[in-house]
C-alpha cells in the first residue's frame, strides 16, 4: 500500500484558493451591503425591476404589523419550504395593507424595500446563503389602528364607499377602508374574476386615494373659507333667513329634508349645513379667488402622499360661471370631485389650525 506523500505545491495551491474563495466572499458582503444602503430602496421599490424577485429568492417576506403590533400579513412556511403570504383579518385591511402576488400595492407595496431586506448579522445571513437558508426580512410596524379599522369596515356595511381616519396633528393614518374589497388571501386564484371585463364591482379599487365624489356638504368649508377671506372684517355679519327653501329666479335649493333652520348667522348656517345660506353666500363670491383658494386647499393639484396611487380632485367653476353653478359648487354639487383622502386632509389642515401634516402609514 502506498502512502499518500505530503504535497508541498498542492498544499500551497489549497491555500491560494482558499485566499481566493474569501477575497470573492468579501467582495460579495461589501457589495451586497453597497447594494442594499445605497442603491437597494430605489432597485427594489420598483415593482417593475427583476432584482424584486432575486430578493424573494433570498428572504422570507417580513410581517406587516398594526400600530399595537398585531399581525396583519405574514408568511407561513410550510414542512416542504412552501411559502403562503397570510391576511389574518382577510378583506378588513385589503386596500390598506394591499397583496403582494399579482403586483404589489398598499402597504406591500410601500414597505417592500424594508419587508424584503434583512437585518439578521451579516455573519449568519453569509452562513444562510451558503446553506441555502433564507434570510428573514424586516418586519414593518403601520400606523393602523386595528379596532378603528373594524370598526370603519362594519360601519361601512354593504355600502360603496371609503373610510379614512387619520391624526390631524402627526398625519397618522389610523383607518383606511375601502368597498366593496378582495379577501387578499385569495387574490391570485380570484385574479381572473376580479380583473374579467363584466366586473363591474372595482374591488381592487382604493377609494379612499383612488375614488372621486362630489364632496357634497363637506365643501361647506372651503365656501366658508373663502368667504371669510374675502370678508375677514364682516363675514360674522352674514344674516340669512332659512324657510327649508331657497328661490332664486328659476332656481330653487332645498335645505336637508325640506328642514326650515330658521334665522342663520355665519356659524349657525355653518353648524346647521343651510344649503340655502350657502347657495346665497356662494353668489357673493369673487369666482377667481374661490378657485385659488380652492388650488390652496390642493384642488387640482398633487397630494402630499408618497407611494401609493391616487387621483387629484378637481374644482372646475372658474369666473363667468352661471348662476346654477355658483349656487350648486357653493354647496357642494356641480362638477366639484373630490377623493376621500383629500377630504380627511382638508379637514385635517383646519383641525390642526391650518397646518396640514403628511399623511402616512409606515411608522
Ligand atoms: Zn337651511
Redesign the pocket.
Known sequence: MKKADPNPKANRNILKLVYVIVALFLGLIAYMAYFLQARGEDVINNSYNARLDSFADRIIRGKILAADGTVLAETQIDGDGNETRVYPYGSVFDHAVGYSTKGKTGIESLANFYLLTSHVNLMEQALNQMSGEKNLGDNVYTTLDPQLQQAAWDALGDRRGAVIAMEPDTGKILAMVSKPGYDPNTIAADWETLTSEENDQGQLLNRVTQGMYPPGSTFKIVTALEYMRERPEDYKNFQFD?N?L?VNGDYQIR?YHG???GH?DFTL?FA?S????FASLGLELDLGRFARTAQDVLFNSPLPLSGLPYKQSSFAMKPGAGTWEILQTSMGQGVTQITPLHNALITAAIANGGTLMRPYLLD
Open positions: 332659512c327649508g331657497y335645505c328642514n326650515a333652520h342663520q348656517a346647521n343651510c344649503n340655502g345660506a
